[in-house]
């Protein structure tokens, strides 16, 4: 069974940093594509980035970029998302996700964890 | 960037009636379109993808059609656990993804 389970959200003043971890299990790690999609409360998604399953290609949204970086490691089948420079509408659940690599790095998320919550505020 | 507009915001229906939902792109993004189910609290379930495929285990009353900038997911007969917040996402126009604002269809 797939599971995808998001730690290290919480409380942070603007500008802070913060890292969030998606600890995967079920499957074969480096064969699945991740991304992190995120919902500010009350709100649609927002895709936020992917990584390739060897973790050599990442992508970004405009909103994120030069901010945020993805990364994973492949030994501990754990994905990362590090987070610098917050601000209050960076406040949202976050969520971790998943393709099959063979697919596409970028497409439909087949399976999802359950989200961590990160607010951004003083 | 490639914006996803969903209508209704909201579609109230009874229980055992047929639910369409649209969503449409600002261009064209082929079939590379998918669609999510979202239950309070709970993470987004993907229920269709490339516009008219159906994920194994999604129940057949859920259909998808459409290409290029229209689509529509239809419910053929709505049951107490299909109301819920629906999404539609384009995966075309890469490196971006984007989703649609969401429908919300609750019971009338």
């Known amino acids: 069974e797939v599971q995808l389970l998001e730690s290290g959200g919480g409380l942070v003043q603007p500008g802070g940093s913060l890292r969030l971890s998606c600890a995967a299990s079920?499957?074969?790690?480096?064969?699945?594509?991740m991304s992190w999609v995120r919902q500010a409360p009350g709100k649609g998604l927002q895709w936020v980035s992917t990584v390739s399953g060897s973790g050599g290609r990442t992508y970004y949204s405009d909103s994120v970029k030069g901010r945020f970086t993805i990364s994973r490691d492949n030994s501990k089948n754990t994905l990362y998302l590090q987070m610098n420079g917050l601000r209050a509408e960076d406040t949202a659940v976050y969520y971790c996700?998943?393709?099959?690599?063979?697919?596409?790095?970028?497409?439909?998320?087949?399976?999802w964890g359950q989200g961590a919550l990160v607010t951004v505020s003083s | 960037e490639t914006v996803m507009t969903q209508s209704p915001a909201t579609l109230s229906v009874s229980p055992g009636e047929r639910a369409t939902l649209s969503c449409r792109a600002s261009?064209?993004?082929?079939?590379?379109l998918a669609w999510y189910q979202q239950n309070p609290g709970q993470a987004p379930r993907l229920l269709i993808y490339g516009a008219s495929i159906r994920v194994t285990g999604i129940p057949a009353r859920f259909s998808g059609s459409g290409s290029g900038t229209e689509f529509t997911l239809t419910i053929s007969s709505l049951q107490s656990e299909d109301f819920a917040v629906y999404y539609c996402?384009?995966?075309?126009?890469?490196?971006?993804?984007?989703f649609g604002g969401g429908t919300k269809v609750e019971m009338k």
């Open positions: 996402q384009q995966y075309n126009r890469r490196p971006a993804l984007s």
């Open positions: 079920g499957f074969t790690f480096t064969s699945f594509a």
């Open positions: 996700a998943i393709r099959p690599a063979s697919s596409g790095d970028l497409g439909p998320l087949d399976y």
């Open positions: 261009q064209s993004i082929d079939s590379n």
